[in-house]
């Protein structure tokens, strides 16, 4: 997530973001904001245990419908791979596709 320089709204990936009412929207698109899902989205360094299967499960379409996940947040890019943490312990997990994901650590 981070601020867009040209008009201050909120992003994640190529798409708009905004809270309200303890829901996330993702260009519109409703989601509950949990706790872990809260973590995922504004930590670089969520917590191993904070986020459940299911909730990363869950996640999976927020960067699927954003591109968060891809190179300029293009659709038809690879994976934006790195050896952050969040990337490590969760994004890769949801990736693991691997024509996609250039290496996996598996926690």
Sequence with gaps: MYQDDT???FKIGSSNFKYKDNHVFV???KYKATRD???????TKPY???VNFQDRQENKQIPLQSNAHRVNYSPGSKIEA????????????LFIDKKEV?????H
């Design 7 to 9: 008009n201050g709204s």
């Design 27 to 29: 260009d519109g698109r």
């Design 37 to 43: 899902q809260w973590e995922l989205l504004t930590t």
């Design 48 to 50: 191993k245990n904070a």
């Design 82 to 93: 790195n050896k952050g943490l969040k990337y490590t312990r969760f994004i890769s997990q």
């Design 102 to 106: 250039p290496w996996v650590l598996l």
